[in-house]
């Protein structure tokens, strides 16, 4: 419905009356001003029509008393959409600000000759409000009859569903509360909070969502009574009652709501705090219904109908998530909250490539309190940023001191949280720490889990890109930890996928893990990914995890994670695991993630004359320098057939190449040299002393530019007699 309009000689007319009058329209639930007679100008003390225009389709009840503003504003609307007729008495304040007026107005609707519905409401001046009692006769009834009506309508009971209001209520609570304790019983709060609401009224409309709550409001009210239940604002619920049948009644409730409802239905969630008040107590009736609050919220994850109680457990908990919030700051300032590194060992060389900074919090009063404890709490108080840009300040001076100290610095990562990308530019953020500090983007790793680049994939998609543009490497974090998506993988590009831990700890239930962290690996690998995986805490777990290609390992097996002094310490007697020189990563990231259970990498791929040869093969990665020759990485497969096969294997430190066996050089280390040096594949029949003739592939996959050694994958083919 558009807008009406007035001829410009009707309009002149009226809006040039002395009588204080205005004339509405309620076009798209909105009530929109159309006439403005100089009366009314007058009466609130406008000077300018265009203002007051203004104010009246804005902000209508800005100068009206607050205790008067909901009442009146909830009679107009019901004027609007119901009919009937207006007839409301407010306080208000003319538009200059001075002191309240007494208004009475009067308004009825007419319908125009074109059909469209319109108001018109008169305002009477009933004089000037005071809130004491000098007033006349006439004043000080007006006065009773505002209080009245505001009382009613506004104070104390919920215009939408007739439930007392939560002011009321929390009278009516306190007396009930006594009531039930009086009489034996023990007194029960209920907060319930409709699951889907906002989803509802976007799909079926704000008048059906009305309507839901006035039918859930009837049901309560038919099991609890309507002086017992509250409506606290939107689609929450208070309840008061005795305690005893109180799952009965709402399991009841549920099956009820379900029935009626049917496809406009929404699952109930009820938070239950049973109050053991005595007699001689005060009855704390809000932090009741906190309590109740707080359970309820315990659900917020719930989309069926579902009750939970609040307990010590709960209180407990909600008692840490204070302490955590209040002292968060005050822990960074006082350096209650440390941070620790655990190494990432290279597969290949046994040295620590990368560190993992986490954030431990030692706290004076409680001691060591789980992360599992307050990085979730942080998060939900949106201060997790702070606490990560925390940790990127401790690694920016840890790795001043390792320069300082004359150790070779590697990649530190840090995790992010999906809110630090909401409450600030956390890219721009770490981007200026790591400039202003004069160091290089690539030694510093971010490490994002899965899970928060599913809730905005556009969004995060641009913040790993944006990382990666500046330099910056990105690590998926806790790979397999949930119902893992491999269209993140394809669509999204990170330098290194993390393995969540379980895989290792399912390893030793069954075969399973095996065969999934293989073929993980495998694909990995193929996608020009590195890996890690956490949790590896056995020498089965090492040499496991090196046979299928896995890069990267992190867990208690190497070290627990320590701080930066404890660190220091252990280079310093000798006894660290040793870092890596940055300048030979890029060589050991190759033949770290070769997988030894997958001819392709040595035949070159396409290769279909392979075919006829077994597919279980044994595989070696073997290292030369000028003079001697070592293995690296050896398969299972490998490992049998060398101690089935050869009288003397290479070990895995390096051996000078006339130690040898003769028959060795010829037929094995030499085609092998020949491959290291000119990087040519080499097919290789060696003759054992047995009369067993092996054949073997060679190629070479890698070049040390420190070390100027060499590396050759070597797969045995086929063993055949002579």
Not at 278 to 290: E, L, M, R, W
Not at 415 to 435: A, G, K, P
Not at 650 to 673: A, C, W
Request: net charge negative; charged share 25%; proline share 3%.
């Amino acid at each position: 419905m558009g807008r009406y309009e007035f001829s410009s000689k009707n309009r002149e007319l009226m809006e040039n009356s002395l009588v204080p009058f205005a004339i509405y329209q309620f076009i798209d639930k909105r009530v929109v001003t159309l006439i403005l007679s100089a009366g009314f100008l007058k009466l609130f003390n406008y000077s300018d029509r265009d203002q007051a225009y203004y104010d009246m389709d804005h902000d209508m009840y800005k100068d009206a008393d607050p205790e008067d503003a909901a009442r009146i504003a909830d009679a107009a609307l019901r004027f609007a959409t119901e009919g009937g007729r207006y007839d409301v008495i407010y306080r208000t304040r003319r538009s200059d600000g001075g002191e309240y007026t007494i208004v009475h107005a009067i308004g009825e609707h007419f319908v125009t000759d074109s059909g469209v519905r319109l108001a018109q409401v008169w305002y009477m001046d009933e004089g000037s409000y005071s809130g004491d009692n000098s007033t006349g006769e006439l004043t000080a009834s007006l006065k009773k009859a505002i209080r009245r009506e505001s009382m009613i309508k506004a104070s104390y009971y919920d215009h939408l569903t007739g439930l007392p209001s939560m002011t009321y209520f929390l009278e009516l609570a306190d007396a009930g509360c006594k009531k039930i304790v009086d009489e034996g019983g023990c007194p029960a709060f209920l907060f319930l909070d409709l699951t889907g609401m906002k989803n509802f009224n976007h799909k079926h409309g704000f008048s059906e969502g009305d309507n839901l709550l006035r039918s859930f409001s009837r049901l309560l009210i038919r099991h609890f009574s309507n002086e017992n239940c509250s409506r606290f604002g939107q689609d929450h619920f208070a309840i008061f009652t005795d305690e005893s049948g109180i799952d009965d009644k709402l399991h009841e409730i549920f099956r009820e709501w379900q029935s009626t409802g049917k496809s406009k239905s929404l699952p109930v969630r009820v938070g239950v705090y049973v109050a053991n008040f005595d007699k001689s107590s005060n009855f704390d009736i809000s932090t009741a219904c906190d309590n109740a609050k707080t359970a309820c919220d315990t659900l917020r994850n719930s989309y069926v109908s579902s009750i939970s109680y609040y307990n010590k457990e709960l209180a407990d908990n909600l008692d840490r998530k204070d302490y955590i919030i209040s002292n968060f700051e005050r822990a960074l300032s006082e350096k209650w909250i440390n941070v620790y590194y655990q190494p990432i060992v290279r597969a290949v060389n046994g040295k620590v490539c990368d560190e993992e900074a986490l954030a431990r919090w030692i706290d004076p009063v409680r001691g060591f309190m789980s992360p599992a404890d307050f990085i979730p709490t942080l998060e939900e108080a949106h201060l997790i940023y702070k606490l990560d840009l925390y940790v990127v300040d401790q690694i920016i001076e840890k790795l001043k001191i390792i320069e300082k100290e004359g150790l070779h610095k590697v990649p530190q990562s840090v995790n992010l949280s999906r809110t630090d990308f909401d409450e600030c530019d956390i890219v721009s953020e770490i981007c200026t720490r790591m400039d202003n500090a004069g160091l290089d983007h690539s030694l510093l790793t971010i490490e994002i889990t899965e899970s928060i680049v599913g809730t905005d994939f556009e969004f995060m998609k641009k913040q790993v890109d944006r990382f990666r543009r500046l330099g910056f490497k990105v690590w998926m974090d806790d790979f397999g930890s949930g119902y893992s998506s491999l269209d993140v993988l394809q669509d999204l590009e990170f330098d290194l996928i993390k393995f969540d831990m379980r895989f290792l700890k399912q390893m030793d239930k069954g075969n399973n893990s095996r065969v999934i962290l293989t073929e993980l690996m495998r694909m990995a690998t193929n996608l020009g990914l590195e890996t890690v995986c956490e949790g590896v805490e056995t020498v089965e777990h090492v040499n496991f995890l090196r046979d299928v290609g896995c890069s990267k390992l992190q867990g208690y097996y190497f070290t627990k994670p320590i701080p930066l002094d404890q660190i220091l310490y252990r280079y310093r007697t000798g006894i660290q695991i040793g870092f890596e020189d940055p300048e030979e990563s890029d060589y050991y990231d190759i033949l770290g993630k070769l997988n030894l259970y997958d001819l392709d990498w040595v035949a070159g791929g396409g290769n279909t004359d392979l075919d006829k040869y077994f597919t279980t093969l044994p595989m070696v990665i073997m290292e030369l320098n000028d003079t001697a020759v070592r293995i690296v990485r050896s398969n299972p497969s490998y490992r049998d057939f060398a101690g089935r096969m050869l009288v003397r294997n290479i070990g895995e430190e390096f051996e000078e190449f006339d130690t040898i066996p003769e028959h060795r050089r010829e037929s094995f280390l030499s085609p092998m040299i020949q491959c290291a040096i000119h990087g040519i594949g080499q097919l290789v029949d060696e003759r054992l002393p047995n009369g067993m003739v092996v054949r073997t592939i060679m190629r070479r996959i890698a070049v040390n530019p420190v070390r100027k050694t060499a590396s050759v994958a070597v797969a045995v083919l086929s063993v055949t007699n002579s």
